[in-house]
């Protein structure tokens, strides 16, 4: 009972946020209409992540590393669209039996698994006076397996298997921002300061699982501290 519950409250956070990415979408649509001074960012980013694995999985969280770069159009003053390369840090802390996967089930350790990952975000902006801004956003997440291991040693080798982890992931993203106006103090082209706070979790399976056997899928919680150039 508690998984499904679980696993609602995750469905329900996904779904929300892809019907938010709808109605922004719309709201871009009329961007050529409302639009004011349009203009294209350069940002830089790095931070914590805490993650673990959801659906037929008891493991804890693990905490590695996030960072990486992105480019943030502007429509208007409300409406943005960021693009994003960052590399990411994913997996969890598990026990013999945590994971309910056959050729998991025995295992135990800390998993780690690095991503480049390429969200696309789609953000709602608000200005909170002269110096701070607020912004909420959503949006896809495509990600490449770069290393997959389990307590330094590689999971293939563990499990015998060739590709354990999906070498590819598709995520949801959804999240928001504060960023701090540096203009008054004419910093040349670094104007913002970010702190950015976000979740993610994987639309597909983390592992190479058979029909008959039970889904595993990445979640993640990211926090990061990043600064912004106008270009």
């Known amino acids: ?37 349009q203009e294209v960012t350069v940002g830089l980013k790095g ?4 993650s673990t694995f959801v659906d037929n999985s008891s493991a804890g969280f693990a905490t590695g590393i996030t960072g990486g770069g992105y480019f943030r159009y502007d429509i208007n003053s409300a409406f943005s669209v960021q693009t994003e390369a960052i590399f990411n840090f994913k997996g969890a802390d598990a026990k013999s039996g945590d994971l309910s996967a056959p050729f998991l089930r025995d295992l135990s350790g800390e998993y780690e698994i690095r991503y480049l990952e390429f969200p696309v975000l789609f953000k709602l902006n608000a200005p909170l006076g002269e110096v701070f801004h607020a912004s909420l956003y959503t949006g896809p997440q495509l990600g490449f397996k770069t290393q997959d291991e ?40 670094l104007n913002r300061i970010v702190v950015d706070g976000r979740y ?4 597909t399976n983390t592992f190479e699982i058979s029909d008959e056997s039970p889904s595993i899928r990445n979640a993640s919680f990211l926090g990061t501290l990043g600064v912004e150039f106008s270009i």
């Open 200 to 203: 993610t979790l994987g639309l």
């Open 150 to 189: 389990l307590d330094g040693q590689r999971l293939d080798e563990l499990t015998n298997n060739t590709n354990t982890v999906v070498p590819i992931e598709f995520s949801g993203v959804i999240g928001g921002d504060l960023a701090v106006s540096l203009e008054s103090f004419e910093l040349g082209p």
């Open 1 to 37: 009972m508690k998984d499904d519950t679980q696993k609602n409250s995750m469905w329900k956070c996904l779904s929300y946020a892809l019907n938010s990415t709808l109605v922004l979408l719309l709201f871009f649509s009329l961007g050529p209409h409302l639009s004011e001074a």
């Open 47 to 50: 931070g914590l992540s805490q």
